[in-house]
């Protein structure tokens, strides 16, 4: 008997809720997790790589202009002394000499 002998043409074919036996299931599941975690492992590498780009762009850009790196340590002086009970005096000295001096 053909598609054609009841006058009947199947275009598609699907297949749903498949049960598995225990060992397959346990295999699809653990295959599936692996990918996932490969995912997001290549996500996270992705990130960092952005991550250390954006670090060797504000070096070079601190590097060449002592303004910038000025600016910059007082941003993180002051995230230091926020979190903290740092009494801060600026003085003629650039701020990482005086902060090291303190510890």
Do not use: C, F, H, W
């Not at 653990?30 to 590498?45: D, G, P, S, W, Y």
């Not at 954006?54 to 995230?79: D, F, H, I, W, Y």
């Not at 801060?88 to 090291?100: D, H, P, S």
């Amino acid at each position: 008997m053909n598609g054609y002998a009841l006058g009947l043409e199947v275009v598609s074919l699907g297949i749903r809720d498949v049960i598995l036996p225990g060992d397959m299931k346990d295999l699809m599941n653990r295959v599936t997790e692996a990918k996932k975690a490969a995912e997001a492992n290549l996500i996270a590498r992705r990130e960092e790589t952005a991550a250390m780009r954006s670090q060797v762009n504000t070096a070079k850009l601190l590097e060449g202009n002592p303004t910038l790196m000025r600016l910059r340590e007082l941003e993180v002086l002051e995230k230091v002394a926020t979190n903290s009970k740092l009494n801060v005096v600026l003085g003629e000295k650039g701020l990482a000499e005086r902060v090291v001096n303190l510890l």
